[in-house]
């Protein structure tokens, strides 16, 4: 569905994506995981045509993304990583200007508006303006408005920075569940959790480069399915092991607290890139 | 379809913020009015007639300006620069051509707007402003050449605080220099000729064109026009090359 081919953005000097290959199949719940300054927001960007590519170029369904091609750009939804709404309208006023620009009749407008007030469950604040609204119910506006036109691909970006918590795991149930509905979604996230809990593949971005490309689980066997954490000299190690018992071999003659646990996306990422997410 | 949705959002947001626009509007151009109209007016006659009646005419064009001006301005820098909502723009499938169009003729009903509050508040001045059709063709055709510039402005200028740089060294030596609160007649050579190429000195003698020719009446259209024309295709062209 979604071709990047050789995908590169430079900005002068400064390399922010470099060389991208990737395919992205109909229906997948794809997430681009990297820290700070690793070219998702930019690949989002180059994607949404927001910004053109310096380099290389994306496909739709065959055919180059462009900015003039509005009929290509109808087909995908964008959230955003800023809050992008219109304040001092309301969230219905916000939905309907969306409705419109993307060209769809009153009657189909209007029924859109009512479903997806409800499934964000925003109907009781409809006509409130959005600037009274919390960090959650504006991000949940704006996945109901990049909806509102029913997109074939949605593209998230770090759609669940600064919520808190509870909000975040609300977050999720909404995304898996328009997953499950047939949406093709294309998440980036630092949140190693986020990236564990909902994509079904993979790619690990670091430095403008993807470094790594599976589904979760076979990211976190590819490291190791155990870690073996130990404190040597004042600074705590890791080593990754097959099995537990491996690991608890290894611990034997160690002296000192250790620690055994199943890895997580986080140790195959900080393995590969010697980094930290968020770093 | 599209136009109209540009204009039906900005006058959501007008009729939103309707009493605080129509007030704001109205302290400029009643300070105006008081200083130089009742203030320095009583005393002053300019060309045979009232300095107040003078003086209506220019507070008209260069309110327009003003109004024009900042509200697109402001409302595309902030909206490309702080709030991102410029960017729901970019990602639709929408012409950004349309865009353009629908912001600069909202920018454009909004310094009418301020116009008409002004035109409203000299019948409580008594000052006996003529009003036909080409005094209104000269409104009309101030507020979208500055509504234009104030597109391109936005879109151009990446920071706040360079925004005020812009209204600082453009528009408030234009708003006291372009014939509106004096004649130009009065000043010096050079000076003059260099009012005379700016285009809120046509909107003013366009304003006042008491007794002018035929020609030099169509000159001050011709001149804002092509301005218009300028000043769109500069927006039209940034706006089409905008991240």
């Known amino acids: ?279 | 379809m599209q136009f109209m949705t540009i204009l039906w959002q900005e006058y959501v947001i007008f009729k939103r913020k309707f009493w605080s626009t129509t007030t704001g509007s109205m302290v400029g151009p009643v300070l105006y009015l008081i200083a130089f109209g009742w203030g320095l007016g009583s005393e002053i006659k300019v060309g045979g007639t009232g300095y107040v009646s003078f003086v209506i005419p220019g507070i008209i064009g260069l309110s327009t300006m003003t109004a024009s001006f900042s509200n697109i301005a402001n409302s595309i820098n902030i909206s490309r620069i702080y709030e991102k909502t410029f960017e729901e723009f970019m990602i639709a499938p929408l012409n950004m051509m349309v865009y353009a169009a629908g912001k600069i003729t909202a920018g454009a009903l909004r310094g009418m707007y301020s116009g008409l509050l002004i035109l409203l508040l000299s019948l409580a001045f008594r000052a006996g402003v003529r009003i036909d059709a080409y005094f209104i063709a000269i409104i009309v055709l101030n507020c979208f050449v500055f509504s234009a510039l104030g597109f391109a402005v936005g879109l151009l200028i990446d920071s706040h605080a360079d925004m005020g740089k812009f209204t600082n060294f453009i528009i408030t030596p234009m708003s006291f220099l372009c014939g509106t609160f004096f004649p130009l007649d009065k000043m010096p050579f050079g000076l003059k000729q260099l009012i005379w190429v700016l285009p809120l000195t046509h909107t003013s003698l366009g304003l006042r064109s008491r007794g002018e020719d035929p020609l030099s009446m169509a000159s001050h259209l011709g001149i804002l026009m092509l301005y218009f024309i300028v000043f769109l295709f500069l927006g039209a062209r940034l706006c089409k090359k905008a991240e």
């Open chain 1, 1 to 279: 569905m979604l071709v990047f081919e050789n995908l590169t953005k430079k900005y002068g000097d400064i390399t922010a994506v470099d060389n991208l290959n990737l395919k992205i199949e109909e229906g997948e719940f794809f997430g681009l995981l990297g820290p700070n300054g690793a070219g998702k927001t930019t690949t989002i960007r180059m994607l949404s045509t927001l910004t053109p590519p310096t380099g290389g170029s994306i496909s739709m369904d065959g055919r180059k993304m462009d900015r003039n091609l509005t009929e290509l750009k109808a087909k995908i939804g964008v959230v955003p990583q800023h809050m992008n709404l219109e304040g001092e309208m309301t969230a219905w006023q916000n939905l309907e200007l969306h409705g419109r620009l993307y060209g769809l009749r009153k009657e189909l407008r209007r029924k859109r508006i009512d479903e997806l007030l409800q499934f964000t469950d925003l109907s009781g604040r409809a006509h409130e303006p959005v600037k009274n609204f919390s960090g959650g119910m504006k991000r949940k506006l704006m996945i109901a408005r990049a909806l509102m036109h029913a997109p074939r691909i949605l593209l998230l970006d770090e759609p669940t920075v600064g919520l808190d918590a509870a909000v975040r795991r609300k977050m999720w149930d909404l995304m898996k569940e328009l997953n499950k509905n047939g949406l093709t979604v294309l998440l980036t996230t630092h949140y190693i959790e986020e990236a564990e809990v909902l994509c079904t593949r993979v790619g690990l971005m670091n430095g403008g480069r993807l470094v790594e490309l599976d589904t979760p689980k076979r990211l976190i066997e590819k490291t190791g399915k155990f870690v073996l954490e130990y404190f040597d000299h004042g600074t705590t190690r890791t080593s990754f092991f097959n099995s537990r018992q491996e690991a608890i071999e290894s611990a034997a003659g160690m002296e000192g607290s250790v620690n055994i646990r199943p890895a997580n996306l986080e140790d195959t990422f900080i393995k590969l890139t010697n980094r930290k997410v968020g770093d």
